[in-house]
Each structure stands twice: as structure tokens, then as C-alpha cells.
């Protein structure tokens, strides 16, 4: 089954305490990108990979790091959380130039809560 | 800078009775595709339908029509025969030649739609 998987789905944790959000996606997909959600925002991307080791900016970049070593896994890291970080998570995926209408594939989601 | 916006943060609708929630873009770009997903409570995000800014026609995926008018820079979902399970929140969002390796999704705030039996 075609998928994206993300963990945890839920996690609350301490301000300063590194974690490390993991996705994975079976699909051989060049393109990978994290989202998070706010309420009266919606979802803004965090950063996006074109391929293995090619990472860029989003719009929401600060305070967070990601790595893509393998083309199936995109980990989201938090060097150093805090409150204004608790949020909800995506991570996407799909294929590269494929046009306009090329499915965007979400994982669960991952529920942060930092305290 | 391109955006979508969403001005209805809540809305409500008789189960049966169809509802129309609004979407308004901005881009300079002059190809681009326009997204609405369904999130239920259980968070995941659900691709309802998909129109391109070419398209003649609008879309519409069983229960789900885009109304999509060009010139006004609008692309409204209509939701027909509404049903319980209706009841989520609705992104509409938009792709475009613009930053984010052309696969980058921009979204609006959200519509969350309570369908009452």
C-alpha cells in the first residue's frame, strides 16, 4: 500500500529536549516536504527536498532541521523545541515534474506539544 | 506573494442540504492548480478534487463540484446531499510555478463544516 508514515503521532515534550519526527514513504518519491498546522493559519511548509541531499527552506524554517540521506526518509529535528512549536505535523510527499496536479501524499500527522 | 484565503472559519449545514465553501486565490502566475482537502477530526488529509487554472470545465468528483471562476480569482467547493460524516475541516490550497520545487502546496486558514441531522 501506497503510504507515508510518520512517528510518533503523538508526542509532548520538555522546552530544550532535541526530537527527532521521522517519515517515511514506500512510493520512490523525489519530492518531500514538512507542514505544520496552526489553527486560523492552516498548514505552512516547513521545509521541502527535491532528492537525496537537495533540502531547502520553506516559509516557516526557523528552529528546525531536517536531513534527507535516503530517498525514502525525510526526519524532521528540533535542536532545541520550545512552546511555539507545539503544533501538528505533516509530512508530504510526491512525485517531481509530473505537472500541476500531482497527488500530494500526507502521513498521519504528528501532534507536538512542547511544555 | 501568492495566497489563499479562506474567510469562512465555520460554517454549518442541514444534513441532505448542499453547502458551498469559499475559496479566493492570488498569483501572478499564469498556470497553477487549485486542491481541496478534507481533514475529519482524526487529523488525517483527504484529497477531495483538483482543477487546473486551464481547465474549461469544472470539476467534480461525486458529491464535490469546484465552482471555479477565473476572472474573480475564486474557486469554491460545493458539497451536495451533505451527510454527517461531512462534518470535518476543509483547505483549499494552491500549486503553482513558484517556490518549493513546484510541488509546494500553499493552503488557506481551513473551513471547519458541522453537519446537523
Known amino acids: 500500500e501506497a503510504q507515508v508514515t510518520q512517528n510518533p503521532r503523538y508526542l509532548i515534550t520538555v522546552t530544550g529536549k532535541k526530537l527527532t519526527v521521522t517519515c517515511s514513504q514506500n512510493?520512490?518519491?523525489?519530492?518531500m516536504s514538512w507542514y505544520r498546522q496552526d489553527p486560523g493559519l492552516g498548514l505552512r511548509q516547513i521545509y521541502y527536498?527535491?532528492?537525496?541531499?537537495?533540502?531547502d527552506k520553506g516559509d516557516v524554517p526557523e528552529g528546525y532541521k531536517v536531513s534527507r540521506k535516503e530517498k525514502r526518509n525525510f526526519p524532521l529535528i528540533l535542536e532545541s523545541p520550545s512552546p511555539n512549536q507545539t503544533s501538528l505535523y505533516f509530512c508530504?510527499?510526491?512525485?517531481?515534474?509530473?505537472?500541476?496536479?500531482?497527488?500530494?501524499?500526507f502521513g498521519q500527522g504528528t501532534r507536538l506539544t512542547v511544555v | 506573494a501568492q495566497k489563499i484565503t479562506q474567510t469562512q472559519p465555520g460554517m454549518f449545514v442541514q444534513e441532505k442540504e448542499a453547502v458551498t465553501l469559499d475559496c479566493t486565490y492570488d498569483?501572478?502566475?499564469?498556470?497553477?492548480?487549485l486542491f481541496w482537502y478534507k481533514q475529519p477530526s482524526s487529523g488525517e488529509m483527504i484529497f477531495l478534487i483538483y482543477?487546473?487554472?486551464?481547465?474549461?470545465q469544472n470539476a467534480t468528483e461525486g458529491r464535490y463540484s469546484l465552482n471555479f471562476q477565473k476572472a474573480r480569482k475564486s474557486a469554491n467547493l460545493v458539497i451536495s446531499a451533505s451527510q454527517l460524516g461531512d462534518s470535518a475541516m476543509y483547505f483549499c490550497?494552491?500549486?503553482?510555478?513558484?517556490?518549493?520545487?513546484?510541488?509546494?502546496?500553499?493552503f488557506g486558514a481551513g473551513t471547519r463544516l458541522a453537519v446537523h441531522p
Open positions: 508530504a510527499s510526491s512525485l517531481l515534474g509530473q505537472g500541476l496536479n500531482t497527488e500530494a501524499f
Open positions: 512510493m520512490n518519491h523525489e519530492y
Open positions: 527536498s527535491m532528492n537525496v541531499e537537495v533540502t
Open positions: 498569483t501572478s502566475d499564469p498556470s497553477y492548480g
Open positions: 482543477q487546473g487554472s486551464y481547465d474549461q
Open positions: 490550497a494552491m500549486r503553482g510555478v513558484f517556490s518549493g520545487g513546484y510541488n509546494k502546496l500553499i
